[in-house]
């Protein structure tokens, strides 16, 4: 049985899932969204660089739930109101997830997790995204 997390009491077991998959350190202030599978993490997502209009998002995991991807959009373009959320990785999964929400790949940054490890980033637009829970969004909802 799947379960979402969304508490604060669970951010320090989403935020050690992420970072031993992603080999990262995250520093607050964040948020996290997680998936359990019997009492185990199986997914994960942090958002920090909040500007307002874009927030960055962290991603690790597989077996994404439309329920879990509807409460994404729910938090992203309800909850945050944003425009955008931006994600930057080295895995083919998570650029193959991205595009299955309706993002694009908007560009490379070299050497971005270390010597020879390029970043690629991603871009989903409040437009484009495939799971909102209401139905789509007009720019200025």
């Not at 998959?21 to 993490?41: H, Q, W």
């Not at 660089?49 to 690790?60: E, M, R």
């Not at 790949?105 to 995204?129: A, K, Q, S, T, W």
Request: a neutral charge; one cysteine or more; glycine letters at 12%.
């Amino acid at each position: 049985m799947f379960r979402v997390l969304t508490s604060v009491d669970d951010y320090p077991r989403i935020t050690a899932f992420l970072s031993e998959r992603l080999g990262s350190a995250f520093f607050e202030p964040y948020t996290c969204l997680g998936l359990e599978e019997d009492g185990k993490i199986v997914a994960g997502m942090l958002f920090n660089n909040f500007t307002g209009n874009d927030i960055h998002v962290s991603v690790a995991g597989s077996r994404w739930t439309r329920r879990f991807l509807r409460v994404l959009g729910l938090y992203l373009f309800h909850q945050l109101r944003v425009d955008r959320f931006t994600g930057i990785t080295e895995q083919q999964d998570v650029v193959d997830i991205v595009e299955r929400l309706g993002g694009r790949v908007e560009g490379v940054m070299r050497n971005h997790f270390g010597p020879g490890r390029d970043g690629i980033v991603l871009g989903v637009l409040r437009e484009e995204y495939r799971y909102h829970p209401y139905g789509k969004l007009s720019q200025g909802s």
